[in-house]
């Protein structure tokens, strides 16, 4: 899978089932942020096309490969005049490995505030050749602080090299899927910067307003706690024109790492 468009390729099945289209053959681990976007996109394969999906709401179970196929199992919960609700299950090798919850809106006309401002960091010099992600060499990331001595980077650039237009509904996806990059327990103080092993448990998404990955959006992450072994972070995903296009928050397992 080389693109976005590839992770989020899904064969039907009948019933409201769906099983991906590609695989990731030389690897073995799987992305969180893959399972949420072809979650979503298979929930979005069951509602009018008039519908764009506002949030998300994910329970990682268990542990995946990218090897093997996963079937996604969607359960239509209500249609309503302007809103639907669904619910996916994705399976592999007869294990539940998420369970999601997604709520769909008919677009509206309304009152139009922000409260959150994108932060005063560098934007990505126009030269600069960024850097792939290493789950996906189409999602392209640039760290505006690369001396901040974190073991992971808790916010920063991200965009798609491959267009995606202004469909919602890939854009959407593509939100899911980098929502996942990053982690925002590493700029807490007193989180270890080495020897650590973190999960995910649980993964939320609000979409605001529509947007274009295709372009630089900004990640920033924030740590809130860490305690009992899970740890919990939130952050926001603005546009280069300061646009907020999604809000995120995600629980994870925290556990010293074992030799």
């Known amino acids: 899978m080389t693109t976005i468009h590839d992770v989020v390729a ?6 409201d089932r769906f099983v991906t289209a590609n695989l990731v053959t030389n690897g073995g681990f799987l992305y969180g942020g893959q399972l949420l976007a072809q979650a979503l996109m298979a929930a979005c ?5 008039d519908r764009i999906p506002h949030s998300l709401h994910a329970y990682f179970i268990a542990g995946g490969r990218s090897t093997e196929p996963i079937e996604f199992r969607v359960t239509r919960d209500r249609d ?11 399976v592999q090798d007869g294990r539940v490995l998420l369970n999601m919850l997604v709520s769909f809106q008919v677009p509206e006309d309304g009152i139009e505030a922000q409260g959150d401002a ?14 792939p992600h290493p789950c996906s060499p189409d999602a392209q990331l640039w760290d505006p602080e690369p001396d901040a001595a974190l073991a992971h980077p808790s916010r920063g650039w ?3 090299a491959t267009p995606l237009d202004d469909d919602p509904v890939i854009n959407a996806c593509a939100v899911a899927y980098m929502s996942d990059f990053f982690n925002g327990l590493v700029s807490m103080p007193g989180f270890p910067s080495t020897g650590v092993s973190v ?9 605001y307003r529509p947007t274009n990955l295709h372009e630089w959006h900004f990640m920033d ?16 995903i603005h546009d280069a024109d300061g646009r907020l296009v999604a809000g995120v928050s995600q629980e994870a397992l ?6």
């Not at 994108?118 to 850097?131: E, G, K, S």
């Not at 999960?199 to 979409?207: M, P, Q, V």
């Not at 925290?254 to 030799?259: E, I, L, M, T």
């Open 221 to 236: 992450w924030h740590g809130h706690s860490v305690s009992s072994g899970r740890g919990h972070y939130s952050g926001t």
């Open 45 to 49: 394969r069951t509602v009018e096309a």
């Open 158 to 160: 991200c965009r798609f």
């Open 199 to 207: 999960s995910s448990l649980d993964h939320a998404i609000w979409f």
């Open 80 to 90: 309503g005049r302007s809103y639907s609700a669904r619910s996916v299950a994705a």
């Open 10 to 15: 899904l064969d039907e099945l009948g019933d």
């Open 118 to 131: 994108l932060a005063d960091v560098p934007r990505p010099p126009a030269d600069y050749v960024p850097w």
């Open 254 to 259: 925290v556990r010293v790492a074992q030799p």
